[in-house]
């Protein structure tokens, strides 16, 4: 089995950085993705982490640790559009199916 | 291109009905998965599809569940003596070959009443 935690909600300021964490438990890892989701839409993706390090990408940034199980995914300059849940998912197997944590809702106040 | 489409948006129905949902994945995705997301929780997995052959349905909750893919583009999901506890979104995701970025649908949120 393979378990996937991630705080459930957190609050920033617009123009802060906030750092959403992951942890994962899993076998045959192929790689950790971050989605966002807005209410009542598609997940979006946003980064992909395969090997250790992070990865930047704008205002978002992500890293990965696959000896400690764990990633974490940053945004900088927190707009107010940026409120909405942000799914991590292990990606595992030769389908490469997603196994995703159960979100974190960030809300951004003004 | 356009993006990965599904119909029905919303789908009502009474317990014990079958219904069909659908997925039109990006164009020349050879990959597609539908997963199911209830409140509160992140999308789980269904089924995955290389092309025309389900190379994974380990995800399936029982054997009410179904899909098809037999172009290997347009994927239906069927569900047959629908039960209260089928309610949720259920998305489908398309990715150009199985070890790329998944891409999701908007997804179909099913009601059984």
């Known amino acids: 089995g393979q378990n996937i935690d991630q705080p459930t909600e957190m609050t920033a300021t617009e123009g802060a950085i906030v750092q959403i964490n992951c942890t994962y438990q899993?076998?045959?890892?192929?790689?950790l993705f971050w989605y966002q989701q807005h209410a009542g839409e598609a997940p979006t993706f946003l980064s992909y982490?395969?090997?250790?390090g992070l990865e930047e990408k704008g205002r978002f940034s992500s890293f990965l640790s696959r000896s400690k199980g764990y990633s974490y995914l940053l945004l900088k300059e927190l707009q107010m559009k940026d409120s909405a849940s942000y799914l991590c998912a292990v990606s595992k197997g030769s389908a490469r199916q997603l196994t995703f944590g159960s979100g974190t809702q960030l809300t951004v106040l003004p | 291109g356009a993006g990965v489409s599904q119909t029905p948006s919303n789908k009502v129905t009474e317990k014990g009905k079958y219904v069909e949902l659908r997925c039109d994945p990006i164009?020349?995705?050879?990959?597609l998965y539908w997963y199911r997301q209830s409140l509160g929780q992140g999308p789980e997995f269904l089924i995955y599809f290389q092309g025309t052959g389900a190379a994974d349905d380990s995800g399936l909750p029982n054997d009410r569940f179904f899909a098809v893919r037999p172009e290997g583009s347009v994927s239906t999901l069927k569900i047959q003596r629908t039960e209260r506890g089928d309610s949720a979104v259920y998305l489908c995701?398309?990715?150009?070959?199985?070890?790329?970025?998944?891409?999701f649908g908007p997804g179909t949120r099913l009601l059984v009443l």
């Open positions: 995701a398309s990715s150009l070959h199985v070890q790329e970025t998944q891409y």
């Open positions: 982490n395969v090997l250790d």
């Open positions: 164009s020349g995705h050879t990959a």
């Open positions: 899993t076998s045959g890892f192929n790689g």
